[in-house]
C-alpha cells in the first residue's frame, strides 16, 4: 500500500449537497492512490479548480490532518435528526467499474 505524501489542513469539512442520499458530503483526502485508468471524476474537479496540478500529483494523496477538530466544531451546528452524510473520499476509495 502506498503512503500519503503529506498532509494539508482545511477551514471547513462539510459540504452542502445536493442530491436526495445525503445531506452532507466531507472530504478528507486530497487525491488518490488507485490510479485508475479510465477518466477520474473527482481528479478533474479537483484540476479544475486547481487543488491539484497533475494526474501524477493525484496518485500521492494528501490527508487532511484538522478533519477531527472541524468535524467537531460544524457536527455540533447540525440539525442531527435530518442530516444524512455521503462521503466524497474514504481511506481506500472504492469506486464502481474501478481499474488498474
Ligand atoms: S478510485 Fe475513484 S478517486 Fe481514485 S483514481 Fe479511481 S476513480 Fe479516481
Known amino acids: 500500500m502506498k503512503s500519503v505524501k ?7 469539512m462539510l459540504y452542502k449537497t445536493g442530491v436526495e442520499y445525503g445531506d452532507y458530503t466531507m472530504n478528507h483526502v486530497l487525491g488518490c492512490a488507485h490510479g485508475c485508468k479510465y477518466p477520474c471524476y473527482a481528479f478533474l474537479m479537483a484540476r479544475r479548480f486547481g487543488k491539484v496540478a497533475s494526474y501524477e500529483a493525484w ?10 477538530e472541524i468535524l467537531d466544531k460544524e457536527i455540533s451546528r447540525l440539525n442531527r435528526k435530518s442530516s444524512r452524510f455521503n462521503y466524497a473520499s474514504r481511506p481506500t476509495r472504492l469506486c464502481t467499474n474501478m481499474t488498474k
Not at 498532509?7 to 471547513?12: A, G, H, L, Q, V
Open 6 to 12: 503529506g498532509y494539508i489542513e482545511r477551514k471547513t
Open 59 to 68: 496518485l500521492e494523496p494528501y490527508l487532511v490532518s484538522n478533519t477531527l
